[in-house]
């Protein structure tokens, strides 16, 4: 399986983990949502919003995954037909099946003909998971397969004295001597360039994780990604806190300050840890925005760390006529997606602290945006200066 920096959480999440919607960072003894990147740290103690009392870190999780994006079911249903393969009609029935909708008033509901065609589209349902199944057990058959080569592949180049870097005699990419022009998809030229690096690092001098970032950056923005890569393959040794960095020594000895390490073997659960934390590093856009009735002129403002995905889940909501604020979804029925527009009003200027401290920030963005735009009453979708509502 190739690293890739886009990879997103859930395709490489537990099915208990997106069920739950959240996983846990072995590392850093956190908890982070599958959706939006919130964290939480076990040992914490954190108090309710309403003062009703405290919670530890995984029932504060809980709670902010139930307040912030419904359920896990409701939220995997916004995501579109490329990521589930699901239609929208599909994705419609689903909703109004979990929500225990009668047939007879599911044919109502989605003009989808009959019951009985309701019962066809319950048993395509039914066939779609079974296929999932299988499909799934073949993938992991090939991967379980294809990595054992893959390993014993290693192994024979680095017997016949073929150095890690290379492949099949070709020379390896001149990454240390300028920026990469782009990030490849094979997964062996990924290894040369990590391998080159090595060249804009000295033997003996060890080096901070922001020191490491900055030298790699000038050959990638993505820095986060080249240096898992060298880590990954032994080009580049660290402390399991992350604290230090180190090119191997020459003799082939992996000490520094006179402990010896070693770096973990590649198995499948440190490649996923390594693909979720690459994830959790990649800058997502975060800001205020604003979603505008074309027909009327009413607005709506809205904040998110990730606004494409805030988007996405409002469009959704509308669609299948599932949205919290009746006068805006009765708008949607009247005009349809075509009557409305989105604007981002201001990006997150970069994702430093926790994810308490970005939403600390984006509600004091989007007060000011309220307070700017007023929309509410007959302006806007936010409710009353008094009784704000989110969109």
């Known amino acids: 399986m190739n690293q890739d920096h886009n990879i997103d959480p859930l395709f490489v999440s537990s099915m208990q983990e997106l069920k739950r919607g959240y996983g846990l960072s072995e590392e850093s003894d956190r908890y982070f949502c599958l959706v939006c990147g919130y964290e939480t ?39 579109d037909k490329k990521r589930t393969g699901l239609s929208h009609l599909q994705r419609q029935l689903l909703l109004l099946f979990y929500e225990g909708v009668s047939d007879a008033d599911v044919v109502r509901r989605t003009g989808a003909g009959s019951a009985s065609t309701i019962r066809n589209h ?51 990419p001149e990454a240390s001597d300028g920026p990469l022009q782009q990030w490849p998809n094979k997964e062996s030229k990924r290894k040369e360039i990590a391998g080159s690096l090595q060249r804009r690092f000295r033997h003996g001098t060890t080096y901070t994780e922001p020191e490491v970032n900055a030298i790699l950056e000038q050959v990638w923005p993505d820095y986060a990604v080249l240096r898992r890569y060298m880590v990954e393959y032994g080009y580049l040794l660290r402390k399991d806190d992350g604290s230090a960095y180190w090119l191997p020594d020459e003799s082939g000895m992996n000490g520094v300050d ?19 934390a690459a994830y959790e590093e990649k800058e997502r856009t975060g800001g205020v925005f604003l979603l505008r009735n074309k027909r009327n002129g009413k607005i709506g403002i809205g904040s998110n760390p990730n606004i494409e995905g805030a988007i996405n889940r409002i469009k959704f909501e509308l669609s299948i006529g599932r949205h919290r604020d009746p006068s805006l979804q009765q708008d949607w029925n009247d005009g349809g997606e075509a009557g409305f527009e989105f604007e981002v009003l201001e990006k997150l200027n ?9 939403r600390k920030t984006l509600a004091g963005m989007e007060a000011t945006w309220l307070e700017k735009l007023h929309p509410y009453g007959e302006r806007g979708y936010n409710g009353s200066a008094d009784n704000k509502q989110k969109i």
């Open 258 to 276: 006179g402990v010896d390490v070693v770096n973990e073997p590649d198995t499948s659960k440190q490649r996923r840890k390594e693909l979720i």
């Open 350 to 358: 970069g994702r430093e602290g926790s994810m308490q401290d970005v």
């Open 122 to 172: 319950r048993f395509v349902l039914r066939e779609k998971e079974k296929q999932a199944r299988l499909f799934l057990a073949l993938m992991e058959l090939f991967q379980e397969k294809t990595g054992s080569e893959t390993d014993r592949a290693s192994k024979s180049k680095t017997a016949k004295g073929q150095h890690p870097g290379t492949v099949d005699g070709e020379d390896a």
């Open 41 to 79: 740290e076990q040992g914490v103690i954190y108090a309710a919003p309403d003062g009703s009392g405290y919670r530890d870190a995984e029932k504060q999780m809980k709670e902010h995954i139930a307040a912030e994006h419904g359920s896990m079911f409701h939220y995997l249903l916004t995501l």
